[in-house]
């Protein structure tokens, strides 16, 4: 069974910093991208880093400089590192892994940035 579990979220003031995790099972791991995705209320999901098996890292213009994301095949486990956050940053974050045409989800874990 395939399981991915995001965790790491929560309410944090503008200018703060949240770590998001997504510890995978169930697939071969180091085989597949990874990404975090956000949707925000009435709001398309985007994806806002992905990260190759390879570990090349892609980012939405939004986030640039201010997100980081990395992965630890040896823990199964894909990270988000959220700096300097900003309202507009407030979204459920999900988890994805993909290879060729298999993709898999999370549940989600809610960033909520605001005063």
């Known amino acids: 069974q395939v399981q991915l579990v995001e965790s790491g979220g929560g309410l944090v003031q503008p200018g703060g910093s949240l770590r998001l995790s997504c510890a995978v099972s169930?697939?071969?791991?180091?085989?597949?991208?990874m990404g975090w995705y956000r949707q925000a209320p009435g709001k398309q999901r985007e994806l806002v880093a992905g990260i190759t098996s390879g570990g090349t890292p892609t980012y939405v213009d939004s986030v640039k400089g201010r997100f980081t994301i990395s992965r630890d095949n040896a823990w199964n486990t894909v990270y988000l590192q959220m700096n300097s956050l900003k309202p507009e940053d407030t979204a459920l974050y999900y988890c994805?892994?993909?290879?060729?045409?298999?993709?898999?989800w999370g549940q989600g874990t809610q960033v909520t940035v605001s005063s």
């Open positions: 994805n892994a993909h290879f060729v045409t298999r993709n898999h």
């Open positions: 169930g697939i071969s791991f180091n085989i597949y991208d």
